[in-house]
């Protein structure tokens, strides 16, 4: 078990208190600030592997990898190497350049989109997807599903999932707008229903489907911790299409991670438009949008829809997705391998939650998994409301006791956390041990 300096005296500590004199909370991300699992958030000074190494020389086994990128474990040779070849190039052109179109060849390639349009973050790509479907169809109204997070454009922050929903002031269940400064007219064109619920979804779009522009939704949920959709809602996600409304299927979290087509692929979806982010850019900021050419060619300046990026394509960040899809692609046993290394783990949590007697429910798909502190099957967390049913006094416990073993899980309970091809036998093992005696720590 590694010591972990007390709060007052560490340099994460220290950190911290300069952070929040210049930073709003401190950080730069709600998330990252502990605040619904308490403590000094760490600060770090670097990553390796499947390891993070804190401001205090604290090493960590990484469940989070950036909260998704870092699919191949932190500072992979080939991406190193690939973003220190563009360096020496130059940082920015604000011009085209050839990596932009290697990445756009590669993901048409993977993903059946017939083209791609690169952003900077998860945040611009459904914010343009949405604006393109409203241009494409003409109509205003957009639905999403409650506990779905698809970044923090306007118009999305309505039910919006784990940020919100683990902020101390945020509590759950939110009513929409679920942020201060968005206007309740913009919140009015967006509609929520539950998640899972697929006769609502046929019932609105009965009554309104004329109306609405897009149904945009998390093809399995990372957002309210793991929700995975079942045949009868993404069958009636399909039928949305029935309507001339446009189908967006948000792959940032699962895009080229629960399989080279990300869920589109693992799950059979036929989305209209698909938004990316996270594992695209490797560990860089990278976002794209995506789909049908008919659809795509109504961009700009192609189309009448505006959309821009005085960052978009930076030969960096392309060098750095380019790298990482490549080596996801030479690879074609890795998804299994995480796969399975995921479902050990899954195995051993429940194990040893069961021998400390503490109600725990694992939802796992691939290589995406949370422990939900409540008495349920494994499995049987399905909509947001079940998620909200956990005990989240339990979860933070835990959390700060597998933190004080060296495991750095995601700090809400209402996360995904990521396994990485960097994650062997050696962290599986480390991580059950201090997962069976973080679970001792739990008052259930
Ligand atoms: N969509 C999903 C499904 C996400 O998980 C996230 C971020 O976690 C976003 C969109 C927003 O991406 P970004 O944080 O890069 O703006």
Known sequence: MSSTPSFSTSRSGALFERAKAVMPGGVNSPVRAFRSVGGVPRFIASAQGAYLTDADGQRYIDYIGSWGPMILGHDHPAVREAVAGALG?????????????ELAELVTRLTGAERVRFVSSGTEATMSALRLARGFTGRKYI?????????HADGLLVEAGSGLMTNAEGALGAAAPSSAG?????AALTLVLDYNDPAALDALMGSRGQDIAAVIFEPVVGNAGVLIPTPEFLAALHRVRDHGTLLIADEVMTGFRLSLNGATGLLGLRPDLRC?????????????YGGRAEVMEFVSPQGPVYQAGTLSGNPLAMAAGLAT???????????AELGEYTAR?????????????VPVSINRLGSMLTVFFQD????????YADAARSDTAAFAAWFQGMLARGVYWAPSQFESIFTSAAHGDAELNATLQAAAQAFQGVQS
């Open 89 to 101: 190039s130059g940082t920015s052109f604000g011009a085209p350049n050839e990596r932009e179109v």
């Open 143 to 151: 639905v999403k599903f409650r506990g779905n997070y698809h970044g």
């Open 182 to 186: 968005v206007p309740e007219e913009y």
């Open 276 to 288: 990316w982010g996270k594992i695209i850019g490797g560990g860089l900021p990278v976002g794209a």
């Open 325 to 335: 899809l490549r080596e996801l692609e030479a690879r074609p046993g890795l998804y």
């Open 345 to 357: 783990l899954a195995t051993g949590l429940r194990e040893a939650a069961e021998a400390a007697g």
């Open 376 to 383: 349920a099957p494994d499995g049987s967390v399905a909509r």
